[in-house]
């Protein structure tokens, strides 16, 4: 069993930056490929980014590419999600998620692929 919890989401003006945060719980963190969704009100649960176990291979939808950054840092358990030059349409609740087989596919994109999950970040951005 894996628990994530999710921080650093919060209200910022179009073209401005938060880094999102997401610890989890557990030994075997450096072993599972992470990622990062979004879901608007409305709207299905989609793809943000996503992250191998050792963070040497790296996916993003094409929306964020140039504009966010996922990372993470195996010795404290988290996973972040930078993002920069902020846009309405980002507004959203961010989600991150564990994938626990294979944590050297970085491409899985559809929720069903992931195990685990955190309870979200609200992230909204103004005009």
């Known amino acids: 069993q894996v628990q994530l919890v999710e921080s650093g989401g919060g209200l910022v003006q179009a073209g401005g930056s938060l880094r999102l945060s997401c610890a989890a719980s557990?030994?075997?963190?450096?072993?599972?490929?992470m990622g990062w969704f979004r879901q608007a009100p409305g709207k299905v649960r989609e793809f943000v980014a996503a992250?191998?176990?050792?963070?040497?291979?790296?996916a993003y939808t094409d929306s964020v590419k140039g504009r966010f950054t996922i990372s993470r840092d195996n010795a404290k358990n988290t996973v972040y999600l930078q993002m920069n030059s902020l846009k309405p349409e980002d507004t959203a609740v961010y989600y991150c998620?564990?994938?626990?087989?294979?944590?050297?596919?970085?491409?899985?994109?559809?929720?069903?692929?992931?195990?685990?999950w955190g309870q979200g970040t609200q992230v909204t951005v103004s005009s």
């Open positions: 998620a564990v994938r626990s087989i294979s944590g050297t596919y970085y491409n899985a994109r559809l929720p069903g692929e992931y195990d685990y």
């Open positions: 557990g030994r075997t963190f450096s072993s599972y490929a």
């Open positions: 992250i191998t176990r050792s963070g040497g291979s790296i």
